[in-house]
């Protein structure tokens, strides 16, 4: 059974790579971007999600405003119907857990009204990248008590809209205990404050997937990540929503197969919603951040840096269409 799905997108063009370093090209252009928002959702109103990152760490002051960094002023792009996907990593090298509960409050203040969903770090499991949350000390504690400070400030504003949840790459084999550790730390009281499981995935970018084998490898990932990793953790109830999926066009890597594997793995996505509770899709990213960059974290747009769109522009555009919430 085919399951309607919500859609959203990374708009910026930055991006981290596995290094610890950002991909950086020329700046957005914020009225190109609105422009190619409004084409991938089709239509105003239809419900959209645009992900912005934002960062807590040791030298945030308490306050606010507490800027979103990629991309810049994402608020802007909240309108005619799209909502904030909002990604409040934790990167604080002292443990600040008290300071980051804070600072989650504040963003709530600031944004909630404007953003659908809260992801409360990003890529917690994953260590030696300084980008990533899972670099930083008490990161599973500032999960736990993050999401709880989270929900109280957005019921005492009253935005029952909002959507709370984490994230993680896959996991398997021994890694898969960092959902079990995290769900026991915060015991029952966390699990039910929870509203979503994010995943990002990037199949046949660090791995090569034989093209035959692609669809096949996606729901075998999705339905390991359900089956071996939320259950056991007592959150097989929760939908899993793909946080960030994208595909980079460069030497060796055509702007035609990235369009072909935006369609494999959306087209299985949709497919297997239903039954492996899966309720969206976010692509990464809008745009390369420099479409000569050297490296492939600076291509993986579905536009090129200068917001000219790629195939897999037209072939996402007419995916939100068929599949869509």
Aim: glycine share 12%; with cysteine; hydrophobic share 40%.
């Amino acid at each position: 059974m085919t399951e309607r799905l919500l859609f959203g997108v990374y708009p910026g063009g930055v991006c981290g790579d596995d290094s610890g370093n950002l991909a950086v090209g020329p700046p957005d252009d914020p009225d190109r971007v609105t422009a190619l928002l409004d084409r991938l959702q089709g239509r105003p109103g239809r419900p959209f999600l645009v992900r912005a990152y934002t960062a807590f760490d040791d030298t945030t002051a308490p306050g606010g405003p507490h800027p979103t960094a990629a991309p810049a002023g994402a608020e802007r792009y909240a309108v005619r119907g799209r909502r904030l996907d909002l990604v409040a990593q934790y990167r604080s090298a002292a443990g600040d857990v008290p300071g980051y509960c804070a600072y989650l409050r504040e963003l709530v203040g600031r944004y909630g009204a404007v953003t659908q969903t809260l992801q409360v770090a990003e890529e917690p499991n994953v260590t030696g990248n300084p980008l990533l949350d899972g670099d930083y000390p008490a990161v599973r504690e500032a999960i736990v008590h993050g999401v709880r400070a989270a929900r109280d400030q957005a019921r005492e504003l009253g935005h029952h809209h909002l959507r709370i949840g984490f994230n993680t790459t896959p996991l398997f084999g021994p890694a898969t205990s960092f959902v079990t550790g995290l769900a026991e730390l915060g015991g029952p009281d966390f699990r039910a404050e929870l509203d979503y499981v994010g995943l990002d995935f990037f199949p046949d970018v660090f791995r090569p997937v034989a093209p035959a084998e692609l669809a096949d490898t996606v729901a075998a990932v999705l339905r390991h990540h359900r089956e071996n990793v939320l259950a056991p953790a007592g959150l097989g109830h929760l939908p899993v929503h793909i946080t960030e999926h994208g595909w980079p066009t460069g030497p060796g890597r055509t702007p035609q197969r990235q369009a072909e594997i935006v369609e494999t793995v959306v087209r299985t996505v949709a497919e297997h919603a239903a039954a492996l509770g899966l309720s969206g899709y976010t692509h990464f990213s809008l745009r390369d951040a420099d479409s000569a960059g050297p490296g492939l974290f600076h291509r993986f747009g579905l536009t090129a840096d200068d917001h000219t769109p790629k195939p897999a522009f037209d072939t996402l555009c007419a995916l939100v269409e068929r599949y869509t919430v």
